[in-house]
């Protein structure tokens, strides 16, 4: 066991020795390798809040440097990666892409030149830097001073998009004090479902491989020119059964032999740490998937991950001894107060200044009106104003071009799923009635998606609704005590509500999907009394449900939806839909959620998470209340199941 001098410093008293590595080498030479990691950054270069126009000391490439120089200067020997979703993820983002359209080609990507005044080493791409189209995409990456990896994404002639990997050639200082020359091998993975995700900009151009086949294709190449072997995997962790094409294979990407360290991402989670704790393959405290270190630095820049490597000399080669690994954060909650623990790096706020303003004006641009106001505080409750409104915009948007096609005479529905509510503290939406902005509209619908309608029958939306409704935990009709109502598991975004419908949930029933869209419970129902015009749903009707791209191609693993019901793909966004859906005086009903629970038999109680300010307003909704145990920066409201 080896404590480094790092350790000592930071009140560390012990180093992990990882299981299936190497044993400790006699009287080898010894050098210790810091890997650095940022992952999901998502645009936000500063520590700016473009919707709330504000300051956010949570978020930002900014206060990350801070972090970066205290982890370079803490060790000799130190390297920087980046793990993708870079380029897409705020309104400087939606801004540079589609309002300037990337300016100039000589002008450099300004989250890119950020990353080049750190010095970063290597980085590998995520699925959402795909998602402005490979134009946008080939232009910010021309800029980099630093090589971008990937060796899974390919273009249609099967060769690669990117080199797969790459070859670091660094000298490095062993513990006395000797220059070595050391060879660091970076390969990098995406989620094989870009070419779903973004089939409006990359059919015929791009596809994306198996990352398990693309490993074991690169990394034994990788691993005969190099003496460390680092993997990017923009992929998070899936300890069920890997299926063919899995998008969180960061676990078993570990089995494969050769790779000394994984840095990863796109789960927007950390790691080590209790969201994975008790699963196989899987030491969250210690920080190995299958006994190889392994660091997840959250989303946002809200953490830094670090994974130090001592390596012993063996022969010709460096194997690894000891390891260490931590996600440091920027920010700790106290007492529902954020606590910095990392200051912004003024040099930012310059380097991207002109890019800046220009998005916070662009984002200020009025665009309309809002008949009532809005907000997403009590989604959970069964009042989703925000879904109302998106769901009557996609109809709007959509209905004259399905009247213009063969499915003119098919019903229409619309799927929304609700963003912002409760990401972080300050996640929801909440708009007055008046005067709207484009920053407004950003903050209704965050992700850049174009709308797709889909083809569905009767007996797939009940499957549809199945799989949305696994966001919840079933309720034990017999315990009296308050029950969580969600799966913190489960993505929210994935809680699709179908406008046109009218349908109960019912809670007592446990989940029928599990999170990777397969059946888990055959017998179980949560969807009842499914009605459409007021009769009960024929399961051979069909339907055309107008909804995004991302679900129409396979997003969130929903039966029946992987790119092959398509009957429309519209050229706008949805949000561009709402954005024209609000500046022609469009007006909704902020009640018209379709979904109810069913009542489970007594009166039993759940409860559920929602703004700080969401309590003092609880009383606007029946029965709704508010009650203790709240998660730090959050209020707790409950309500009863009848």
């Not at 690669?160 to 050391?182: I, K, M, N, T, W």
């Not at 929304?416 to 407004?440: E, M, S």
């Not at 419908?501 to 017998?523: C, E, V």
Request: net charge negative.
């Amino acid at each position: 066991m080896t404590i480094t001098r790092r350790d000592l410093l930071a009140g560390a008293t012990t180093a992990v020795v990882g299981a299936g590595l190497c044993a400790p080498a006699r009287a080898a030479t010894r050098l210790r390798l810091r890997l650095i990691e940022t992952s999901d950054l998502h645009m936000f270069v500063l520590d700016w809040d473009y919707y709330h126009e504000r300051p956010d000391p949570t978020v930002g490439l900014n206060r990350l440097a801070t972090l970066i120089a205290d982890a370079r200067n803490e060790a000799p020997n130190a390297l920087l990666f980046d793990n993708g979703d870079l380029i897409q993820g705020n309104p400087l983002g939606d801004y540079l892409a589609h309002a300037a359209r990337g300016a100039q080609s000589d002008v450099s990507h300004p989250m890119i030149r950020a990353m080049n005044s750190l010095r970063y080493d290597a980085a590998t791409l995520g699925n959402h830097e795909f998602n402005f189209g490979l134009d946008f995409l080939d232009r910010a990456l021309t800029g980099a001073a630093f090589p971008f990896v990937n060796a899974n994404v390919e273009r249609a002639d099967a060769s690669s998009y990117l080199p797969p990997f790459c070859v670091l050639e660094r000298q490095a200082l062993d513990e006395d004090g000797v220059l070595h020359d050391l060879r660091i091998g970076v390969i990098g993975f995406a989620p094989p479902q870009i070419a779903m995700w973004d089939r409006s900009h990359l059919a015929g151009k791009i596809g994306c491989a198996d990352i398990l086949a693309a490993a074991r294709r690169h990394v034994p190449i990788l691993r005969g020119r190099c003496d460390v072997l680092v993997a990017l995997s923009h992929s998070g962790i899936n300890t069920n059964p890997a299926d063919d094409r899995e998008e969180n294979a960061s676990l078993q990407l570990a089995a494969v032999p050769g790779i000394d360290a994984i840095l990863m991402g796109h789960a927007h989670r950390v790691f080590p740490g209790p969201d994975y704790a008790g699963r196989s393959g899987v030491d969250a405290a210690r920080g190995t998937l299958n006994g190889v270190p392994a660091v997840m630095p959250g989303f946002w820049g809200s953490h830094l991950g670090v994974v130090d490597l001592t390596l012993a000399r063996d022969g010709d080669a460096w194997k690894v001894d000891d390891f260490h690994v931590e996600a440091r954060p920027i920010y700790r909650r106290e007492a529902g107060r954020v606590v910095s623990l990392a200051d912004a790096d003024p040099r930012f706020a310059e380097l991207i200044a002109s890019e800046h303003a220009a998005a916070k004006a662009w984002v200020d641009e009025p665009i309309g009106t809002l008949p009532a106001p809005i907000h997403s505080f009590f989604v959970w409750a069964g009042y989703d104003p925000v879904g109302a409104l998106v769901n009557a915009a996609q109809l709007d948007y959509a209905r004259p071009l399905i009247a213009a096609t063969s499915y003119a005479g098919l019903p229409l529905l619309s799927a929304a799923a609700p963003f912002r509510v409760g990401y972080t503290p300050d996640a929801f939406v909440d708009l007055a009635a008046g005067p709207i902005a484009l920053r407004d509209i950003a903050d209704i619908y965050p992700y850049p998606n174009t709308l797709v309608a889909v083809r569905v029958t009767g007996a797939g939306l009940r499957e549809w609704l199945e799989c949305a409704a696994r966001v919840f935990n079933r309720i034990d009709p017999n315990d009296a005590a308050p029950q969580e109502l969600l799966d913190r598991r489960a993505a929210t975004y994935n809680f699709d509500a179908i406008a046109g419908l009218d349908y109960q949930i019912d809670l007592s029933q446990p989940a029928r999907y599990d999170g990777s869209g397969k059946i888990a419970n055959p017998n179980a129902r949560r969807i009842v009394d499914l009605r459409f015009a007021g009769e009960a749903i024929d399961p051979a009707q069909e339907f055309i449900v107008v909804t995004n791209n991302y679900r129409a191609d396979g997003g969130g693993k929903f039966p029946g939806l992987d790119g092959g019901a398509t009957v429309l793909r519209a050229p706008d966004m949805n949000r561009d839909a709402i954005q024209r859906f609000v500046s022609m005086g469009r007006s909704f009903d902020p009640q018209n959620t379709p979904w109810r629970f069913a009542p489970v038999g007594g009166r039993v109680t759940v409860a559920f998470d929602s703004a700080v300010k969401a309590a003092a307003r609880a009383g606007e909704e029946p029965d709704l209340r508010a009650i203790a145990g709240a998660a730090p920066g959050y209020a707790r409201l409950a309500f009863d199941l009848k």
